[in-house]
């Protein structure tokens, strides 16, 4: 597609409850980040994929948090029995993993845990 | 290990004011800097650049950033302050193709009548 696709856009839960987000990438980029922006805090690194390299996972903050990449493109955030501190904006980067390796974010996923 | 430090969570200027927004970086390599900007309820949107060569960068909306490797620095500027400038701004790093972005903790821009 023409940007990146993030959804849904906003989110409402409950506390316990297992969420989904979904990031659509430009086509043709192979690196796709994850961060999560919580309100008046700055950009929290999150997962990183590239190609077909096991993901770089150093920035979930627990094990409530998982992430996968399905053929190279999609990427679904999954966050597992939600907890109040998860609220944030949740927002995707993809890139093309050429030079500089330029980022493009998606409007992001805002969450909201009851 | 990399980071970013941007002084001054909030910066209040006039309308036609000097805009500076200022961001340190550590690096031990050679970095790749970034500004991003994020207007309210969107996502966050490339302002500029730099990778190598000139080191004075001019990016989209009148700013500019220059590149000082003595100061560790990557200040952003734009002559004359607009409404429209009013929003948060990322300074951001990387080391390469393979490494992370890393970003500062952003920077509330206010431009007042």
């Known amino acids: 597609g023409a940007g990146v696709s993030q959804s849904p856009s906003n989110k409402v839960t409950e506390k316990g409850k297992d969420v989904e987000l979904r990031c659509d990438p430009i086509?043709?980029?192979?690196?796709l980040y994850w961060y999560r922006q919580s309100l008046g805090q700055g950009l929290e690194f999150l997962i990183y994929?590239?190609?077909?390299?096991?993901?770089?996972k150093s920035g979930l903050p627990s094990d409530r948090f998982s992430a996968e990449r399905t053929g190279g493109s999609v990427s679904t955030l999954t966050i597992q029995r939600t907890q109040q501190e998860d609220s944030a904006v949740y927002l995707c980067?993809?890139?093309?993993?050429?030079?500089?390796?330029?980022?493009?974010f998606g409007a992001g996923s805002r969450l909201t845990v009851l | 290990a990399q980071s970013v430090t941007q002084l001054g969570s909030h910066v209040s200027v006039s309308e036609g004011a000097l805009v500076l927004l200022r961001c340190n970086y550590s690096s031990s390599v050679p970095p790749y800097l970034f500004w991003y900007v994020q207007y309210p309820n969107q996502g966050l949107q490339l302002l500029l650049k730099?990778?190598?060569?000139?080191?004075l960068v001019k990016g989209i909306n009148g700013f500019e950033a220059e590149f000082k490797k003595s100061e560790t620095s990557f200040h952003l500027t734009k002559p004359s302050a607009h409404m429209s400038d009013a929003a948060e701004y990322f300074c951001?790093?990387?080391?390469?193709?393979?490494?992370?972005?890393?970003f500062g903790t952003g920077t509330r821009l206010q431009v007042t009548l």
């Open positions: 980067g993809t890139g093309d993993y050429s030079g500089a390796n330029v980022l493009t």
């Open positions: 951001a790093l990387n080391t390469g193709t393979a490494s992370k972005l890393t």
């Open positions: 994929f590239q190609g077909n390299s096991a993901p770089d």
């Open positions: 730099y990778t190598t060569g000139a080191t």
């Open positions: 086509s043709g980029h192979t690196a």
